[in-house]
């Protein structure tokens, strides 16, 4: 089939989704992009500019069109009625998003993603977290609503929705690479989030200094997309935690997996976590997670490895951090190779052939109604 890819927040996990899903399909593909920035003008605005760009029926004939959030889909529609059927993958949603301190949430955002959903042929979510708490939000945000509720919107768009994990490129993660670390028995302790308020850094920031106080052995990679602006928590861990960091860079993707691949440990504190592809990277190159008891990460991870992975509160985080630094590296191999092992079902080679059997079904119901 030939195939619109359309992604108007192509960068981070966005554009390694994109990238990603199109590298191992079986199908033909044009991207439409813009660069990740602005991202209340991409979801309210860049309909009108798509709508302009995207080559007409007579220069370029599609079988299926995939959009991400960062967009009005019922915009797009109205605009290019010759476009046809879509695919809708949805990352985050913005009913769900934390606020920084000082904000307000803005319901227009997240009623334009539900919109979204009702305007896709196909909808696809990239967890049941993540599709289980944006129809909770709907419905909470309508028992609000004065007058004029939805009455069966929700239920329609619960009908049409999907959850499909992406994937990962799980042979350049594994591939044997020339060890960039000076091996010793200190074990080495991967951040490697997002630099933003969602991921909680100051959490993991404070039971790092204290472990650091109390002398306990660690190296720290910090890693992880950055901004313009970061939080502050960052700044006071280069200063407080400066003898223990032994990268602080984005870097490339090989150079990024290098690393992973040399880790112990990996840490989130996040408040908001849709799938956790960071974590199921560093899982996937060896590393043991240390990770939240909510959000999706009980469900991206196997039974049989939660009750070593998942932590509850701040403490408990500190507790099992300082016993995992203090085990042998054969200890913690223990449950980190079959737990690396286990990770191979996340990678992209199945979950682009699930994906490409959605998009084919996708266009499918539409030319059966021809």
Request: charged fraction near 25%.
């Amino acid at each position: 089939m030939e195939v619109l890819f359309i992604e108007t927040f192509y960068g981070g996990s966005h554009k390694s989704f994109a990238d990603q899903w199109i590298s191992h399909s079986i199908h033909n593909y044009h991207l439409q992009t813009l660069p990740p920035r602005f991202w209340k003008w991409r979801q309210a605005g860049s309909a009108l500019y798509l709508a302009e760009k995207i080559p007409p029926p007579e220069e370029k004939k599609f079988d299926a069109v995939i959009v991400s959030g960062m967009i009005d889909l019922g915009h797009l529609k109205a605009f290019r009625p010759d476009l046809p059927p879509a695919l809708l993958y949805i990352h985050e949603n913005q009913f769900a998003y934390p606020l920084q301190a000082g904000e307000q949430r803005d319901f227009r955002y997240g009623l334009t993603d539900l919109a979204n959903v009702l305007s896709a042929e196909t909808v696809v979510f990239n967890s049941i977290f993540n599709r289980d708490t944006f129809f909770k939000e709907c419905r909470d945000l309508f028992r609000l609503l004065p007058d004029a509720i939805p009455q069966n919107s929700v239920d329609k768009a619960i009908g049409k929705s999907e959850v499909i994990y992406p994937g990962i490129d799980v042979n350049a993660i594994t591939q044997k690479l020339p060890n960039p670390v000076i091996k010793d028995n200190v074990p080495l302790i991967i951040w490697n989030h997002r630099h933003e308020h969602d991921k909680n850094p100051q959490t993991a920031f404070r039971v790092l200094e204290r472990l650091s106080r109390r002398k306990v052995p660690f190296k720290l990679a910090l890693l992880g997309e950055r901004f313009k602006k970061s939080p502050s928590a960052f700044d006071r861990a280069r200063r407080k935690l400066s003898e223990h960091i032994v990268i602080d860079d984005f870097p490339g993707r090989d150079e990024y997996y290098h690393w992973l691949s040399r880790g112990d440990i990996v840490i989130s504190t996040a408040i908001q976590e849709n799938f956790g592809l960071s974590i199921i990277e560093a899982a996937a190159a060896g590393c043991r997670p240390l990770v939240p008891r909510r959000l999706a990460y009980p469900e991206v991870l196997p039974i049989w490895a939660q009750g070593a992975c998942l932590w509850g509160d701040e403490q408990e985080l500190e507790e099992k951090l300082e016993a995992l630094i203090g085990q042998t590296e054969k200890q913690r191999k223990s449950l980190a190779r079959p737990l690396s092992l286990w990770m191979g079902r996340y990678s992209w080679e199945n979950q682009a052939e699930k994906l490409d059997k959605m998009l084919t079904k996708t266009a499918w119901e539409s030319w059966r109604k021809l």
